[in-house]
Each structure stands twice: as structure tokens, then as C-alpha cells.
């Protein structure tokens, strides 16, 4: 989980490399959709800050998070600059939070080893829905722009 100081939106914009060029997949959990969709809103809008063009920036959905990984395995084969996943877990509403949360993270940090497109990682894993909030437009900013930038910086890795 951020950190409560950190402010996800807050970056220098100089840094960034231009995006006109680049080519992105996101895929996004259904579960918790108002969470997931607000993540999705940012990390859209901040791409297209940033130059990407909405031809170039290709959404799929997945029931839930646990099949980010499979939709960011297929995202991958077809070949994009940088592939980013969206979801939220949220500890006191998911059973066996800890095992969705580790197979997630397990799963993409093998993708990343195995496969030549960085993935960006983009879950929200939360005591409750008030943190999930605060995270994906709220106080602390949105972790769809945070994954935006990340996507923009590792594609020209
Ligand atoms: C089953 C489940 C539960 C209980 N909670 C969540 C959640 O908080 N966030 C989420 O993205 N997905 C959840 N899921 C669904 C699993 O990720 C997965 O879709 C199902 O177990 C089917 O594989």
C-alpha cells in the first residue's frame, strides 16, 4: 500500500519522455469497478498528457484480479511498448486477500523476467474502501496516473 505522505499524482513533468510514438495495453479488474474505473480514468488522461494517442492505447477488461495476470500474458504477446494492470483488493472485503494479492504480484513479477514488455503494476491492495478511494482520485492522488508515468518511462527503458 503508498504510503500516506505520498501523493500518487505528484511528479516532475519535465522528466517524462514523450509518448506520440508508443504503444499501450492496460488491463483492468471488473471487481470493485468504481475503483478500478477511476484508476483506469487517470492512467488514460495522464497517457494522453503525455502524447499518447487513444488509437494507441488498447483497455480490456477481466472479471477480477486474479486474471490480471493471464490478461496481461495475452496483452504481451501481442506486443505494445508497455503493458499496465488495474485492481483492487480490499483486505476486509476479500476472504483470502493475501492469496489473491501474492499470486497477482507473483504472476506479474514472472511476466516481467519472462517477457521482453515491461508490465506495469498496478494494484490497489487496501485495509478498506476509504484507502481504495483516497488512492484512485482522492487525497493521496490517483495510482492510475503513477502507473501512466511508470508505463511511459519503462517503454523507453
Ligand atoms: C473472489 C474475489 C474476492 C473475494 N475479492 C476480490 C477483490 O477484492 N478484488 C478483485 O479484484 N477480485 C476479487 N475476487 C475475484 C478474484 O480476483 C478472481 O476473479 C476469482 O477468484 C476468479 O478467478
Known sequence: ???????????????IPDASNMC????VAEW???????LLDGAV?????????????????????????YGAHQM?????DAVII?????????????YICQGVTYGIA????TSEIPIIYGLLTTNDL???????????GNKGDECAIDAIKMAKF
Open 1 to 15: 500500500m503508498a504510503t500516506a505522505l505520498h501523493n500518487l499524482s505528484k511528479y516532475n513533468k519535465e522528466s
Open 24 to 27: 499501450f495495453g492496460i488491463v
Open 32 to 38: 470493485n469497478s468504481d475503483i478500478t474505473n477511476a
Open 45 to 69: 488522461t495522464t497517457l494522453e498528457k503525455h502524447g499518447a494517442l487513444p488509437e494507441n492505447i488498447h483497455v480490456k477488461k477481466v472479471p477480477g484480479s486474479f486474471e490480471l495476470i
Open 76 to 80: 504481451v504477446l501481442h506486443g505494445y
Open 86 to 98: 488495474l485492481g483492487c483488493v480490499i483486505r476486509g472485503e476479500t476472504p483470502h486477500f493475501d
Open 110 to 113: 514472472h511476466l516481467n523476467t
Open 130 to 140: 476509504q484507502q481504495a478511494k483516497d488512492r484512485s482520485g482522492g487525497k493521496l
